[in-house]
């Protein structure tokens, strides 16, 4: 996800750009705005293979140009800064946690995909105006060393509430919810577990804890959690972290030789869930092909293959689900909800407060 995940997860500073190979031949120039070219704005983990990208340009006659331009948040507030003058037609990366700033802002203009009833109702957070399309989910989840609690003889916590205990002080490492994607979305389910009146005094007991804060998922997943691949060379000393769901699968399947299992898990009862949308920018140059990409960001084809690239779950019915994922890393069955609207009312009041709490 965003921001998300273990091949695709760095925060970038500056933009980058990128041009996807295909070819246009022709067909894209009658009928389009008169580039032939679509512009995708997104986060840092937006991958996509490259046989499947190149077949929708030959089916579209559009060729696929794609801007990098940060993590979530700092991408999400870069298009809402330049939404008179767009640096794209189609944003995708925007989530649940800040949908209500870009669609208060104005970022996007109607339209309705093709396929959408393909998209399961519980991700259609627009379902009325369908400004945003949503693409993908994923579950932001403490996860957990293996070895070290076998090592240790310590059960690994289950939930929100064994964080808290003593048997797990000064183990847990989590990013910092200003600035991480991940951050937020831990916090965002703190208070959807605790509410309002019950998520301050659980952050008291987890900073008493011990908990240490960093400022994104890069420092705190690859050289502070001591059950990744990048953990284990730096020789770190966390056995929990703030991650995904989907992390697990990501360390079988990049490890080499392959593991019979996965080498980390995950605390079901810490995960909150995350939808990812794209929508077409409101003065994009090139309308018709940036709602053509948003077809195909539903389409079977890409829904399937987005999950290995990304690591992040499909969101319509018929799509399948990669076997690595159902062995190591399903989605939760009971993760922590917000509905949007209490997300607005609410999300910077809770960074604020959250920020005066643990950091200072």
Known sequence: MQNKTFVAVAVGLGLVALSACGSTDGKAAAGSDGSGTVTLVSHD???????????????????????????????????????????????????????SRALDNGLFQPYEA???????????????????TPVDFGDICVNY???????HKLAPPASFDDLVKPAYRNLLVTENAATSSPGLGFLLGTAAKYGDGGWEGYWKKLKANGVKVVDGWEQAYNEEFSGSAGGKKAKADRPLVVSYASSPPAEVIYADPKPSTAPTGVVSG????????????????????GKALIDFLISKRFQEDMPLNMFVYPVVKDAAVPAEFTAYGPAAEHPETLDPAKI?????????????????
């Open 45 to 99: 983990s937006w991958a996509v293979s490259k046989t499947v990208l190149a077949a929708f340009e030959k089916e579209s006659g559009y060729k696929v140009r794609v801007l990098k331009d940060g993590d979530a948040g700092q991408a999400v507030n870069k298009a809402i800064l330049t939404k008179d003058n767009p640096q794209g037609d189609v944003f995708f990366g925007v989530d649940n946690t800040l949908l």
């Open 114 to 132: 093709a396929g959408l009833a393909r998209v399961g109702a519980p991700y259609q957070l627009d379902a009325t105006k369908h400004r945003v």
């Open 145 to 151: 060393d293996k070895a070290y609690f076998t090592e």
């Open 270 to 289: 810490t995960c909150f869930r995350q939808v990812e949308f794209a929508g077409l920018l409101s003065n994009a140059s090139e309308s018709k092909g």
């Open 344 to 360: 607005a009312g609410h999300r910077d009041d809770w960074v604020k407060s959250w920020t005066s709490l643990v950091l200072r």
